[in-house]
């Protein structure tokens, strides 16, 4: 699923170039923010610090 939404996304990159500088904008603007950068750090650590967590209590 995720193959077909990357494909698709960068499908529509390459046949509306403009489209490319408003998303690299918009991910600019997102990753200037350090509480964006820390959410999603959380979210995508989050399953492996709750698995260590519970290898610890078992």
């Known amino acids: ?15 509306y170039p403009t ?3 408003v998303v690299l904008a918009v991910i600019a603007a997102a990753v200037s923010q ?3 950068l820390a ?3 959380g979210v995508l ?3 492996r610090l709750t698995r260590t967590v519970r290898r ?3």
């Open 1 to 15: 699923m995720k193959r077909v939404l990357f494909g698709a996304v960068l499908g529509l990159l390459v046949a």
């Open 19 to 21: 489209l490319l500088a």
């Open 34 to 36: 350090p509480a964006v």
């Open 39 to 41: 959410f999603a750090a």
């Open 45 to 47: 650590l989050w399953p």
């Open 56 to 58: 610890w209590a078992g």
